[in-house]
């Protein structure tokens, strides 16, 4: 099974950076995704990391240690519509599903 | 991308009915799709993951006599809540991975919010 942590909450300033944390233990690794989503809507894919290290995507970036069991996204240039949850997730290699920690609320404040 | 869609977006239902939830990926073949279900303020649950073609596979703990999914073809999945009750009330979401789905990508639904009174 999956054991996936993450902070339930954060408050930043607009222009800001905010990064957000995510710890996972697994039986199985196939890859960690990070998902926002705002409050009555489905997911939308943010960004995916197999390999260590940084993937950068614009104003968002995602980190992945494997060895600790680690990742962040890191938000940069903070706007008011950032303001979402963020959903870690991580798939199984066995079985390629995805198993979602409970999510980070992001709220941004002008 | 690819696009995947679900209805109906709402519904709101009388306790011991049934209702069901169409996904639909509209662009591309899926042989696969998954049924989540989140409750206020919590994390996305899988339910269960939709074959094409075979039977549905369930999470621990999830009823399949229940939640009954069908995926009769490879762009359509359905999820009946059967003899549904309040605390069925929840927001039900499916996904689809599409040929990109070794480099990274998941698409879901729009969600269907059900509300049993």
């Known amino acids: 099974g999956q054991n996936i942590d993450q902070p339930t909450e954060m408050t930043a300033t607009e222009g800001a950076i905010v990064q957000i944390n995510c710890t996972y233990q697994?039986?199985?690794?196939?890859?960690l995704f990070w998902y926002q989503q705002h409050a009555g809507e489905a997911p939308t894919f943010l960004s995916y990391?197999?390999?260590?290290g940084l993937e950068e995507k614009g104003r968002f970036s995602s980190f992945l240690s494997r060895s600790k069991g680690y990742s962040y996204l890191l938000l940069k240039e903070l706007q008011m519509k950032d303001s979402a949850s963020y959903l870690c997730?991580?798939?199984?290699?066995?079985?390629?599903?995805?198993?979602f920690g409970a999510g980070t609320t992001v709220t941004v404040r002008a | 991308g690819a696009v995947v869609s679900q209805h109906p977006s709402w519904v709101i239902c009388k306790s011991g009915t049934s209702v069901k939830i169409e996904c639909r990926s509209l662009?591309?073949?899926?042989?696969?799709m998954f049924w989540y279900r989140q409750f206020p303020k919590q994390s996305l649950m899988l339910m269960a993951t939709?074959?094409?073609?075979?039977?549905?596979?369930?999470e621990q703990g999830v009823e399949k006599d229940k939640f009954l999914i069908n995926h009769a073809s490879l762009t359509l999945s359905t999820l009946t809540v059967t003899s549904a009750h309040p605390e069925d009330s929840s927001f039900y979401i499916c996904?689809?991975?599409?040929?990109?789905?070794?480099?990274?990508?998941?698409?879901f639904g729009e969600g269907s919010r059900l509300t049993v009174l």
């Open positions: 996904s689809a991975p599409s040929s990109g789905w070794n480099t990274g990508e998941l698409f």
């Open positions: 697994t039986s199985g690794f196939n890859g």
């Open positions: 990391n197999v390999l260590d």
């Open positions: 997730a991580v798939r199984d290699q066995s079985r390629y599903k995805l198993s």
């Open positions: 662009d591309f073949q899926a042989t696969t």
């Open positions: 939709s074959n094409e073609g075979s039977k549905a596979t369930y």
